[in-house]
Structure formats: structure tokens, C-alpha cells
């Protein structure tokens, strides 16, 4: 689950990109290992409407898959209202939300405000990352944290799945 096609993440500007992020995953699987304890509930995750960049999601999707965390993949420009669909339909506890675009951030906002109107959004923790956020962008957005990398955002996601009943 961890290996990623090199044609959706090689440049010309950088070549051994994948190399490079193949070490990492192989280093944080090493220091992961696999988990005997239970998480509780599920996790969505998708990129927000109006961008199409996967990279950080994909890596994320697959770190959280390694550890045993139940995910499901939402994909790309993945609209307010099917986040708010997959949230009422399942054991959802975690929704993380992934923008690379700044100009997309309100995407972010518009998804935490229609699972606030759906009644959803006290039931779950949200979590923010991606380029185009930050811990101020979260704080704005009433998230409950903020993932500098994919990395950050699996101890947070595993420490709330962990601790939920």
C-alpha cells in the first residue's frame, strides 16, 4: 500500500522525487509499526472542491491504511456535500480535509460550515493540511488541528481514534 506510481509525482525539476518519498514512508513505517491496538471509527479524507492535487493525500491515506485506521478515500475537488453524505453513512470520527491551492481555502470553510448545518460536525474532529493551510487557516476555520505534513496529521488522526468511544 505504500508504493506510489512515479509518473504522478516525477518533474523535470525533480526526478528522484519518488525515491525520496518512498525513504520516508519506509522510515516512518519502521518506526510506526504495526499497531495492536483498536482505533475507533473511521476516517474520510478528500481534497477540497476546486483542487485536484493528491500527492499529500495519498501519502496520508497510506500511512493511515499501514497502521490498521479504517479510511476512505474521498478523492479530488471533492464537494461540501459529499464529505457531508459520507459522514452521516458511516462510523466517521475524523474528516480530513486536504488543499493545496490557497485560492481553494474557502472550500475548507464551506465544507465545515455544511456539516455544522448537518449537525454532523459535533460529532467529529477535523483536521486540516496541505500546502495552502496553516495553523491560523484552522484556527479561522474552527478545525481541530492543523497537519504541517502527512507525518503530524497520523499522530493526531491515531491519538483521537485511540481515545474515542
Given at each position: 500500500?505504500?508504493s506510489i506510481p512515479s509518473t504522478t509525482i516525477s518533474t523535470p525539476e525533480?526526478?528522484?522525487?519518488?525515491?525520496?518519498?518512498?525513504?520516508?514512508?519506509?522510515?516512518?513505517?519502521?518506526?510506526?509499526?504495526?499497531?495492536?491496538?483498536?482505533?475507533?471509527?473511521?476516517?474520510?479524507?478528500?481534497?477540497?472542491?476546486?483542487?485536484?492535487?493528491?500527492?499529500?493525500?495519498?501519502?496520508?491515506?497510506?500511512?493511515?491504511?499501514?497502521?490498521?485506521?479504517?479510511?476512505?478515500?474521498?478523492?479530488?475537488?471533492?464537494?461540501?456535500?459529499?464529505?457531508?453524505e459520507k459522514a452521516k453513512l458511516s462510523d466517521v470520527k475524523v474528516i480530513?480535509?486536504?488543499?493545496?491551492?490557497?485560492?481553494?481555502?474557502?472550500?475548507?470553510?464551506?465544507?465545515?460550515?455544511?456539516?455544522?448545518?448537518?449537525?454532523?460536525?459535533?460529532?467529529?474532529?477535523?483536521?486540516?493540511?496541505?500546502?495552502?493551510?496553516?495553523?491560523?487557516?484552522?484556527?479561522?476555520?474552527?478545525?481541530?488541528?492543523?497537519?504541517?505534513?502527512?507525518?503530524?496529521?497520523?499522530?493526531?488522526?491515531?491519538?483521537?481514534?485511540?481515545?474515542?468511544?
Amino acid at each position: 500500500p505504500f508504493s506510489i506510481p512515479s509518473t504522478t509525482i516525477s518533474t523535470p525539476e525533480s526526478p528522484d522525487l519518488k525515491e525520496e518519498i518512498d525513504k520516508v514512508i519506509i522510515d516512518e513505517k519502521k518506526k510506526i509499526k504495526k499497531s495492536t491496538q483498536k482505533f475507533s471509527g473511521k476516517v474520510i479524507i478528500g481534497t477540497v472542491k476546486g483542487d485536484v492535487h493528491d500527492l499529500g493525500k495519498n501519502i496520508m491515506v497510506a500511512l493511515m491504511e499501514g497502521l490498521g485506521i479504517d479510511v476512505e478515500d474521498l478523492g479530488v475537488d471533492t464537494p461540501p456535500n459529499i464529505f457531508v453524505e459520507k459522514a452521516k453513512l458511516s462510523d466517521v470520527k475524523v474528516i480530513a480535509l486536504s488543499c493545496l491551492l490557497t485560492i481553494t481555502t474557502s472550500s475548507i470553510k464551506q465544507t465545515i460550515n455544511e456539516l455544522d448545518k448537518a449537525g454532523i460536525r459535533k460529532k467529529v474532529k477535523i483536521i486540516i493540511g496541505g500546502a495552502g493551510t496553516s495553523q491560523e487557516l484552522a484556527d479561522t476555520v474552527n478545525a481541530d488541528a492543523y497537519a504541517k505534513n502527512a507525518f503530524d496529521g497520523l499522530r493526531v488522526i491515531e491519538k483521537w481514534l485511540l481515545n474515542s468511544s
